[in-house]
């Protein structure tokens, strides 16, 4: 059995502020989603000139988040990214809460993630007639209201994130053992925070 890798958590600022460039983020989770990607074919995807996409590319892969992915091009003078991990990567408000920089990285990072999975969830609300029966009735929204502890927060995010893992592991297997029909990216957002009514 493979061991069980978590996201890489990113305490350094300057890799954090490399996310603070929404074109980063986005350029950043069309290559998870597609696995590897020249820059003029990203470039086709966010409606930006193919230099501009190849500079942000090799920025993030200068902080380690994206990396060439080797033996995809077919004459040499294509060059093909990829993320550097799978497993992504997170951080902990915490870690740069310390200094008033830290925490507007933190802000403009969270505020982009949150608007990129907006965007997305949007775009399929404007095109579930597309998508047809079977997938509208299974995709889903909810909100539960709950009263937790700290620990007991922290302790469902776990449990939360291992189900959400052991599903990517079922998806990828089906994947590489040939299983394609009726199978797309499927994007799953969950959000748990205090607050007060």
Do not use: C
């Not at 090799?58 to 992915?69: C, D, I, P, S």
Request: aromatic share 10%.
């Amino acid at each position: 059995m493979r061991p069980k890798r978590k996201p890489e958590r990113i305490t350094d600022l300057s890799r954090l502020k490399a996310f603070t460039n929404p074109l980063r983020l986005q350029l950043y989770r069309l290559l998870y989603a597609t696995g590897a990607a020249t820059a003029s074919q990203l470039a086709e995807q966010v409606d930006q000139a193919p230099s501009l996409v190849s500079y942000h590319l090799r920025k993030l892969a200068e902080h380690g988040f994206v990396t060439e992915a080797s033996g995809r091009s077919a004459d040499g003078r294509e060059r093909w990214w990829q993320v550097a991990s799978e497993e992504g990567w997170g951080f902990r408000d915490s870690d740069f809460a310390d200094t008033p920089e830290g925490a507007a990285a933190v802000g403009a990072v969270t505020r982009g993630i949150v608007d990129n999975r907006i965007t997305q969830y949007r775009a399929y609300l404007d095109q579930t007639a597309a998508w047809g029966k079977a997938w509208t009735d299974a995709a889903f929204s909810s909100e539960w209201m709950l009263d937790l502890t700290p620990a007991e927060l922290a302790e469902m995010s776990g449990e939360l994130e291992a189900l959400a893992r052991r599903w990517r592991e079922r998806g990828k297997a089906a994947k590489a053992a040939g299983d394609t029909e009726d199978r797309e990216h499927v994007s799953v957002h969950l959000y748990g925070f205090p607050f007060r009514p």
